[in-house]
């Protein structure tokens, strides 16, 4: 056994909570597998999954639950909807009600056991999630079904769809996109049709400017290649696209993609892309890339790659302006992952019922890592104890811890245990506190947030809630505020005028001193 001096010394960094975080012991679990996850400004999270990757559940998904992160405790919404919500796209709309289009109308068929054909099918439904009743309406459906698509907050307010496998022959990706207001329903949006993969990676830029990042969810690429689809920006009043280029690395399959923090004055518009791979997973990479959007000739340039190669990779933008990622495995050579699962985790497990343990995928990859984009530097974190793959989820909690959740290796095989992280700086000593702050804001407003520490604060942020699945959050964005110091007690800070920056809706309000976040205080932005 080689035992350097130099790795016992790194052991003792890779223990030490004010650097490196800590994770929660798992005490919590859901009833059924979180494919995707919401977090409502009630300060709950939504958790559905619909069928569940599990045909036999087509006809008879499971329900929905909320999980409150303060007791720990599920609750399972007792609603039967008309449709499979498994595998739709989500946004929420201004007025914090989550919207959920598309979803599964068929299960995929296997051709000699491998190959998927016909593909899965998409349902045309969709749904609002009030955090306030907790219930589901049924709204207008789309003019097409679409499985895997991906949904926009546009800064109107309005609702963006893209992509999808459609309900009816030939099922090929959706080159139509359609656009959703609550007063006018879905409408195509002329002139802007465009071949996307599956889970396009989008985000609104602050010109208003959708991009697709270059990362995707997609095992029906035929008869495209990969480089068919280079990465693009939406002007969405005139349906024009504008290609950019395709990434250095362009095998970004179950990839991550986010918008880096906007900060203010300039609030440049930077998007990095994280892992990834092959289709199927058969080559994981760690690469890195980034791309600054406010350039006049926008270019991706590589920066420092992960320690570890990620197919599924979690991204999440912590109130410090880092980015924590987790979960994932290294490349495979066999298009069977099967193979690497014990029998016993086959059975037992089924349907989200017995209390078993997931078979461990021994490719899996549980250290984390956390980039700074000032450095562009990675620091190896604390690794989770469980596996983290396909469907699974993570997001910003408002009291700043990460919840982890979710992980099916296979059909009918569920991992059901929430991990929460806490970053080093929940490890570093007092936290400063927002005491008084508004519920609602507009556009252009200054107001006033009242903290003891107020001549210490060095950043005010906003990071709206996140909606996620599939290595995909088109929520995550963090918008940080210009403010000034009035006395000892009190900030003053200034919505941005333009609403691209932050589309209306609900966010998370953190102040900053040292470093160290404070609570999140929910506020309306409208
Ligand atoms: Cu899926």
């Not at 005139?238 to 362009?250: F, M, V």
């Not at 469980?386 to 099916?408: E, F, I, K, Q, W």
């Not at 009918?412 to 806490?422: A, C, K, P, S, V």
Request: hydrophobic share 35%.
């Amino acid at each position: 056994m080689k035992q350097a001096v130099g790795q016992r010394m790194d052991e003792v960094e890779q223990d030490d909570p004010a650097k490196v975080g800590m994770w929660e012991p798992i005490q919590y679990r859901f009833n059924y597998l979180p494919i995707h996850l919401a977090l409502l400004h009630t300060g709950k999270v939504l958790a559905f999954g619909g069928s569940g990757n599990d045909e036999d559940h087509l006809k008879t998904p499971h329900p929905s639950e909320i999980w409150d992160p303060h007791t720990g405790e599920t609750r399972i919404i007792d609603q039967e909807l008309a449709g499979d919500i498994f595998c739709v796209g989500h946004a929420f709309l201004p007025d914090g009600r989550l919207l959920v289009a598309g979803g599964t109308y068929k299960y995929d068929r296997k051709l000699f056991n491998r190959l998927a054909f016909p593909p899965f099918r998409g349902l045309n439904q969709a749904y609002l999630f009030d955090p306030s009743t907790e219930t589901w309406e049924r709204v207008e459906d789309m003019r097409n079904g679409r499985w895997y698509p991906t949904l926009i907050t546009l800064g109107d307010g309005r609702v963006l769809a893209m992509a999808g496998l459609t309900q009816h022959f030939p099922w090929a990706f959706l080159r139509e996109i359609e656009i959703y207001s609550s007063d006018i329903g879905w409408r195509k949006l002329e002139g802007a049709d465009r071949w996307l993969p599956l889970y396009p990676r989008l985000h609104l830029l602050p010109d208003g400017d959708v991009f697709y990042s270059g990362s995707y969810n997609t095992h029906y690429t035929f008869p495209y290649t990969i480089k068919s689809f280079p990465t693009a920006t939406l002007n969405v009043a005139t349906g024009k696209w504008t290609i950019i280029s395709l990434p250095h690395q362009c095998q970004r399959e179950e990839g991550a993609a986010i918008l880096l923090p906007l900060v203010p004055p300039e609030y440049r518009a930077k998007v990095l892309l994280i892992g990834g791979g092959t289709p199927g997973g058969i080559q994981a990479v760690s690469d890195v890339e980034i791309i600054d959007l406010s350039e006049s000739n926008p270019r991706w340039r590589s920066t420092q790659p992960m320690q570890h190669s990620r197919y599924y990779v979690y991204a999440v933008i912590l109130p410090d302006r880092q980015v924590f990622v987790i979960g994932g495995r290294k490349g495979h050579h066999s298009h069977h992952p099967s193979r690497n699962l014990g029998r016993e985790g086959k059975q037992g497990h089924a349907n989200g019922s017995g209390d078993h343990e997931v078979p461990r995928d021994p490719r899996a990859v549980h250290e984390t890592e956390l980039f700074n984009p000032d450095t562009e530097k990675w620091t190896r974190m604390a690794p989770m104890s469980l596996d983290r793959l396909y469907h699974s989820n993570a997001l910003l909690l408002p009291d700043g811890r990460v919840m982890v959740a979710g992980s099916n290796p296979e059909r009918r095989i569920n991992e059901l245990h929430i991990e929460i992280y806490h970053p080093p700086y929940l490890c570093r000593g007092p936290r400063p506190q927002i005491e008084e702050a508004p519920s609602e804001v507009s556009y252009g407003q200054e107001f006033e947030i009242e903290t003891s520490e107020a001549n210490d604060i060095e950043a005010v942020a906003l990071i709206r809630p996140s909606a996620t699945t599939h290595c995909l959050n088109t929520e995550e964005r963090y918008v940080g505020l210009v403010f000034s110091q009035r006395g000892s007690g009190k900030i003053i800070a200034k919505i941005p005028d333009n609403r691209n920056l932050a589309p209306p809706g609900y966010y998370m309000l953190f102040i900053v001193r040292d470093g160290i976040p404070s609570v999140a205080r929910f506020v309306h932005v409208d």
